[in-house]
Every structure is written in C-alpha cells, then in structure tokens.
C-alpha cells in the first residue's frame, strides 16, 4: 500500500469523525515514513548507513500498511451507498414533475454494488443529474429517462440518460465549469458534482450527447469491495 493510499484514507476517516486513536496512529506511521522518504532522497550513503535506512523504511512501511488496513476498513464501514435507494429517493422527489410531463423512466441497476462514498453526497449529485434531466426533456416529444450501470474495474459507472435537447458539441468541456449556463444561479452542480467524486478517486462525465436527440451522464464511483476481496 503507498504512502498516498495511507493519506487518503486518513483523510477520510477523520472527515467521519471516526475513531480517534486508530486516525492519530495512522497519521504517527504516515509522518514516521514521510520523514524517512525525505531524508533518503539526494542523501549520499555509505554501504552500512544504506542498510540501515533499508530496514527503518521496511519497518515504517509495514506498520503504515498496517495502519492503512485498519483505518479502511473503518472509512469503507463509514462510506457506503446504496445507488439504488438513492436513485429511488429522488425519482420520487420528481414524481410530480415527471408525470406532469409524462416522462418515462426506467430504472436498470440490478446487481449493481455498493459504492465507496458519503450516501448524502451521491443523493446530491444524483439528485442534480435527475433535475437536469428533467428540465432537458420539457420540450421534448419523446420523454425517456434511464438510468443505468456499468463495471469498471473496482469502480461503478452510473449512467443517466435523457432524451433532451442535448449539449452542443462546442459546449461539452464547458457545462463542467462553474458558471456556465443559460438559467440565473445555475451552473453549480455539475462542477460541485465533480468536486465531490474527485475525493473518492472518482468522476462525472459527459459520455454522450447529441443535440435535439439527448444526454448521457456518466458517474464513475469506487465500488466498495468485500472483505474477501482484501488481501
């Protein structure tokens, strides 16, 4: 396990408030292995002086990967979501305005893992793609929504697909910065969305979109894995 593997997941676990002994010593290992690193890089060693820092950097790194076990094993308890119940909440916040404006939804998660984040954060961002979707499709003749799921590798890839107005081509890479939009006050989510994926090693994307036919959105989020699945 690498020293930013140890970072982040402290990171993580004391944004949850968790256990305060196990976060202090994860933190003791990460600054023990750091200081070694750093001492280590432009130093000029005689043989025995190098056998030496060899054994201390051994010892610091299989007490920081110690530590990196434990602590995420408390962040990936902390950290879990259900997308499906997420999804199902803010369909059903949306219910008047999708049958107001007869859209059709479909839902095709099955099987689809939990996933490694805040489940209020993911509701968040969930809850904006749907919004987004909703307003895209108001004048549209065919009013499909689904929303779907793909593996990739220890990630998920949530998919929300729309049959809107779509994005033009020139304004793909822009809908992801702040600001950029048509409605007074909007143009936040998306770029807010991505902010908050990147601190779980995630993303959002526009995986496709064609003007006047619609918008597909991808989500890409770490699976939270088994414990049979940690060595």
Not at 76 to 88: G, L, P
Not at 205 to 219: C, D, F, N, R
Request: glycine letters at 10%; charged letters at 30%.
């Amino acid at each position: 396990v690498g020293l930013p593997g140890l970072m982040a997941a402290a990171e993580l676990a004391e944004m949850a408030q968790m256990d305060g002994d196990t976060v202090r010593a994860a933190r003791k290992a990460t600054d023990r292995l750091e200081g070694l690193l750093e001492g280590v890089v432009g130093a000029d060693f005689d043989l025995d002086s190098m056998m030496a820092v060899r054994e201390d950097l051994n010892g610091a790194a299989t007490e920081a990967d110690e530590k990196f076990r434990e602590i995420r094993d408390l962040v990936e308890d902390a950290f879990q979501a259900d997308s499906v119940e997420v999804f199902r909440r803010s369909l059903m916040a949306h219910q008047g305005e999708l049958d107001d404006l007869g859209i059709v939804v479909e839902m095709a998660l099955e099987g689809v893992p939990k996933v490694q984040m805040d489940e209020e954060e993911l509701a968040f961002i969930v809850d904006n793609l749907v919004e987004n979707a909703v307003r895209a499709m108001i004048g549209s003749p065919e009013k499909h929504l689904k929303v779907s799921w793909q593996e990739a590798g220890e990630h998920v890839v949530l998919l929300v697909a729309d049959t809107g107005c779509g994005i033009p081509p020139d304004e793909i890479e822009l809908v992801m910065k702040p600001g950029h939009s048509k409605r007074q006050g909007g143009g936040l989510g998306l770029p807010r969305s991505q902010e908050i994926l990147g601190k779980y090693g995630g993303g959002l994307s526009v995986k496709e979109s064609k003007p006047g036919q619609g918008t597909t959105m991808a989500l890409l989020v770490p699976a939270t894995p088994s414990r049979t699945e940690k060595s």
